[in-house]
């Protein structure tokens, strides 16, 4: 069924073509394939799972993000880039970039079943203002953010932790990915560098090593719970 | 406009929403970048109008359980114009969805990630 592939949008230039009878599939085999666009099997969800739950790992460029997805997903992370919109373009300063191109963000995710019936969400974006109207969206209804830093490089996440303090109602956790050549700082200097509150879990993490990234990802389910139930309970 | 006579700007391929029809929104159904798709067993075929994309997304989840995100990385199509194409194709009868975060999780689900996490 050649007509799949015959006209991406994000193709250089694609053939036109009209659409034509010959186009029309039997229906039976709309329901047989489950081959990606590159071919590949697509690793779908077990059928008895019927709820979703996400966590997004937000942070600077290079950071690890997507290695730290990588690491915790139980498929090999996916991609996809949406175009930026003008809201997002009109609250930010695109400096030096070519208005007639259109920029796209990229975002990362990654899958894990939780049990039987749950499936988590791992979903990857830039934090910075600029990508705030992509992002925005995402977390809502998020069980948290989980803010990856890199302690080499600690200024790229002030705005990151700026837009997420301002406007993002989700709970967060950092956890420093740790570099082979990364300093060792004490959580209490990291808080203290990255002007945290006292209740914002710092944790440490390998984005490369899958326990450390689970444990990283358990932070942030940990401390929303802690803090509804600060928060919660009527009396 | 019937198949096989379509006009010159039907052909043109095609900025994500021309394949929306102009659209930059999901017309009803609630969808999340984590709302799950399955086809719908028995739907009647797709009409002959229907878009390439669209075929495709229904065939892809005819294969199983997928949420939008993943359909969208698939199918290499934003997720914006895939929640576009799934609204339809919901509205049609051919797709079911589900599930999906949209408003602050409740306190079972949240204990329901952590202990699924800690169980990893």
């Known amino acids: 069924m050649a007509y799949a592939t015959s006209d991406d949008p994000s193709g250089e230039a694609p053939a036109p073509r009209r659409p034509s009878a010959r186009d029309a599939p039997p229906a039976r085999a709309e329901r047989s394939a489950s081959t990606a666009r590159d071919g590949r099997r697509v690793p779908y969800l077990s059928e008895s799972v019927t709820r979703t739950a996400k966590i997004l790992v937000v942070g600077d460029f290079g950071v690890g993000k997507t290695t730290f997805i990588g690491s915790a997903s139980e498929i090999t992370p996916l991609r996809t880039e949406e175009p930026m919109t003008q809201a997002s373009v009109g609250v930010d300063d695109l400096e030096g970039l070519d208005t007639k191109t259109t920029t796209t963000v990229a975002m990362d995710f990654g899958r894990i079943t939780l049990n039987p019936r749950l499936a988590l969400y791992l979903f990857g974006t830039p934090g910075q203002r600029r990508f705030w109207s992509m992002w925005a969206g995402l977390a809502e209804g998020a069980v948290g953010v989980l803010v990856l830093v890199d302690s080499r490089r600690l200024a790229g996440s002030f705005e990151v932790l700026d837009q997420i303090e301002t406007h993002v109602p989700a709970p967060f956790a950092v956890a420093v990915n740790h570099f082979p050549d990364t300093p060792r700082h004490t959580a209490d200097r990291l808080r203290e560098a990255l002007d945290l509150l006292p209740e914002v879990p710092i944790v440490d993490c390998d984005a490369l090593d899958r326990t450390s990234a689970i444990n990283a990802l358990v932070t942030v389910a940990d401390h929303a719970i802690a803090l509804r139930t600060a928060k919660g309970i009527p009396t | ?120």
């Open chain 2, 1 to 120: 406009m019937t198949d096989g006579t379509a006009g010159e700007y039907r052909d043109t391929p095609l900025r994500p929403y021309v394949l929306t029809g102009g659209r930059a929104g999901p017309a009803d159904t609630a969808l999340g970048v984590d709302t799950l798709l399955k086809a719908m067993p028995h739907a009647t075929p797709l009409p002959l109008s229907a878009t390439p994309q669209s075929r495709a997304l229904l065939r892809l989840c005819g294969g199983g359980v997928l949420s939008v995100a993943e359909a969208a990385a698939h199918l290499v199509l934003p997720v914006s114009v895939v929640r576009i194409l799934v609204g339809d194709l919901v509205a049609t009868g051919h797709l079911q969805a589900h599930a999906g975060s949209f408003s602050e999780p409740s306190m079972e689900l949240l204990k329901e990630v952590l202990d699924g996490l800690r169980d990893l």
